[in-house]
């Protein structure tokens, strides 16, 4: 083995322009066919303080600490993510499950719950069925294309065209909501987002406004297959004064992340990974530590990164090297094998290295040998004599730590037999 260092060591130093400019193609390449993960993305942010607002800044965070920068685009809500990404307007957002499935979007699974919430004012008496509780009522039910009016006009479908004509309807944004529940301009209002939002944190602690109890919620569900039955339980959000007081019945459909799926592999991979580190360390009053990330059914495309991740988890060497590399490498080994056994009879064909590097030593040491015998011509005095044996015996042992390749067994023995035969005259001088 130090032999083979020594050999390539001295074949790169003879050899350096040859290996630099191969580096310098192979790099290009590499760029070429294996681009680097991009170090800015575009993240579609939803409406502020809602809970798709809030997953995009935790996912920030997250980002942030792998040095990736983040520009947010501003929507209305999850359908409007999903015709952002789309566009390649964004580079990822997070939609909802059961939106019309749209063209040149990849998911990456479901990574939150987001309920469906009906706050109300003491207008509207609690304890009775939806319908007959909203009935003539004012109610905010999100804007047109928001995730909120999808859901509310999916329920309210279920009601009795009596009670639907009645309603009073109002398609406000959730800021607009939020003040309009706090000025009592409207009885209710619906709002479809995560636990997280900062518009149902700011109505569930108002004195002024209830959490609506569904009824046969689970009934509900059930006629839609992206909707789940979730119950948020009697002092999940504040224990004294239990807040809510009584468990709460709803549905919920689930957040998407959805990227576009010409985005980096390793960079779907540092998603996925980073849905199950946030999935891990703060639990909604909804959900389980297993619940999420999960491939989601929402008709959406399915990319090869997240089923493999799905079905095996991160690359083998992900906890060991930077996330771009570590993709790189399970993503290009089988390409590289092929390479290799490409080039191996190539490399065969070449000289090989120990034999170069022998035979430069052979040559430098001939060299040697020939300076001691011109040197012994013009020894006259005991002193040079004895130091020319001297740098003769370094010689030899020169000889006898070299590597002998194989079919230079007599070039070498009559190398050193010349050696000898120099020490021997060194000698006779001596001796006369």
Avoid: C
Avoid at 72 to 85: F, H, I, T
């Amino acid at each position: 083995m130090r032999h083979e260092v020594m050999a390539t060591a001295w074949m790169l130093r003879r050899e350096w322009t040859t290996w630099l400019l191969l580096l310098a193609a192979l790099a290009v390449l590499a760029y070429l066919v294996l681009p680097l993960p991009p170090d800015t993305l575009r993240i579609a942010k939803g409406q502020p303080n809602s809970g798709i607002a809030a997953m995009a800044e935790r996912y920030a965070a997250e980002l942030a600490k792998e040095g990736i920068q983040v520009e947010y685009v501003d929507s209305r809500g999850a359908p409007d993510n999903l015709g952002l990404v789309s566009e390649g307007k964004a580079d990822l957002g997070f939609s909802q499950a059961g939106l019309p499935v749209v063209k040149e979007v990849e998911s990456l699974g479901s990574v939150a719950y987001q309920p469906l919430w009906l706050f109300h004012r003491a207008t509207v008496t609690p304890g009775t069925t939806l319908g007959t509780a909203l009935q003539g009522k004012r109610v905010a039910i999100g804007t047109p294309g928001s995730g909120t009016h999808r859901m509310v006009s999916r329920l309210l479908a279920h009601l009795s065209p009596e009670i639907r004509s009645s309603l009073q309807t109002l398609e406000l944004s959730n800021a607009d909501m939020l003040q309009a529940m706090q000025s009592g301009a409207v009885d209710a209002a619906f709002l479809s987002t995560s636990y997280q939002s900062g518009h149902v944190q700011a109505l569930l602690r108002d004195p002024a406004v209830q959490l609506w109890k569904f009824a046969n919620m689970e009934g509900y569900a059930r006629l839609d297959p992206n909707e789940h039955p979730v119950v948020m339980q009697a002092g999940s959000a504040a224990l004294e004064p239990p807040l809510p007081a009584q468990d709460v019945h709803m549905a919920a459909s689930t957040m998407t992340l959805v990227v576009r799926p010409e985005l980096h592999s390793a960079t779907k991979y540092l998603l996925l990974d980073i849905s199950q580190r946030l999935a891990g360390d703060e639990l909604d009053p909804f959900t389980e530590a297993e619940d999420f990330p999960a491939l989601a059914k929402d008709g959406l495309e399915h990319g090869k990164v997240a089923r493999r991740y799905y079905d095996n988890g991160l690359p083998m060497a992900w906890n060991y090297l930077p996330y771009w590399l570590a993709t790189l490498i399970d993503s290009a080994w089988l390409g590289l094998l092929a390479l290799v056994g490409l080039l191996f009879p190539i490399i065969k064909s070449l000289p090989n290295n120990r034999s170069l590097y022998y035979s430069a030593l052979e040559s430098d040491r001939y060299h040697d040998l020939l300076e001691l015998e011109a040197e012994l011509s013009h020894a006259r005095s005991r002193a040079e004599l004895l130091a020319l044996l001297k740098r003769v015996h370094a010689l030899q042992a020169r000889l006898r730590s070299m590597w002998l390749p194989s079919g230079k067994k007599q070039p070498f023995g009559t190398l050193l037999t010349a050696t000898m035969e120099l020490e021997s005259k060194i000698r006779q001088t001596l001796s006369r």
